[in-house]
Structure formats: structure tokens, C-alpha cells
Nanobody
Framework: QVQLVESGGGSVQPGESLRLSCAAS????????VTWWHQAPGKQRELVAG???????NYSDSVAGRFTISRDSVKNTISLQMNDLKPEDTGLYFC?????WGQGIQVTVSA
């Protein structure tokens, strides 16, 4: 059984940073492309960052230059370093591999 568990969310002020992590059981992150998604209040879930099997990252225009995705194959985790956070980054963040999703974790950015 595959389980993905996100951690590291919270409430911060604009310009601050957070680091999200996603721990996996039942699936080997290093064998698949992995992604992070963002769902703002009242909006659809959208892809913000991904990493291929070959460790090539890609980002949406809204987070490029501010967010960094990484993978730890030893710990079987993926992370999302979020810098210079903006109010529009507020919402739930989900990690994803294949058709498996975490439960989501809340990030709130407000002054």
C-alpha cells in the first residue's frame, strides 16, 4: 500500500521561507517522476514543480526562481524549498507520484 505524507507547512509572512517534505512508503521515489501541486482557496489544483527520474527539475512560471524541488533517495523523500513566499502561494500543497497523492498540507502567507 502506497502512502505519501507531507510535512512542513505553516503560516509565514511575505518574503519568508518554508520547506515542505513528503515521505513515501510503498513506492520508491527514485524510480519515478515526482511532482508538487498547489491548490489555492477556491481554485483548481495546479502543478508547481516536478522532477524527472533523471533529476531534472521543472517549475511553473509562478514559482520559478523561488521554489526548489529535491529528492533524497536514501530517505525516500521529496522536498520543496519555498523562498520569498507571496500571499498568492497560500493554499494546500500536495506531493504526487504516479496516481498517488498525499493528504495535502496548508501553507498560509499573510502580513
Amino acid at each position: 500500500q502506497v502512502q505519501l505524507v507531507e510535512s512542513g507547512g505553516g503560516s509565514v509572512q511575505p518574503g519568508e521561507s518554508l520547506r515542505l517534505s513528503c515521505a513515501a512508503s510503498g513506492v520508491d521515489f527514485s524510480s519515478y517522476s515526482v511532482t508538487w501541486w498547489h491548490q489555492a482557496p477556491g481554485k483548481q489544483r495546479e502543478l508547481v514543480a516536478g522532477m524527472t527520474v533523471g533529476d531534472t527539475p521543472n517549475y511553473s512560471d509562478s514559482v520559478a526562481g523561488r521554489f526548489t524541488i529535491s529528492r533524497d533517495s536514501v530517505k525516500n523523500t521529496i522536498s520543496l524549498q519555498m523562498n520569498d513566499l507571496k500571499p498568492e502561494d497560500t493554499g494546500l500543497y500536495f506531493c504526487n507520484v504516479l496516481y498517488h497523492w498525499g493528504q495535502g498540507i496548508q501553507v498560509t502567507v499573510s502580513a
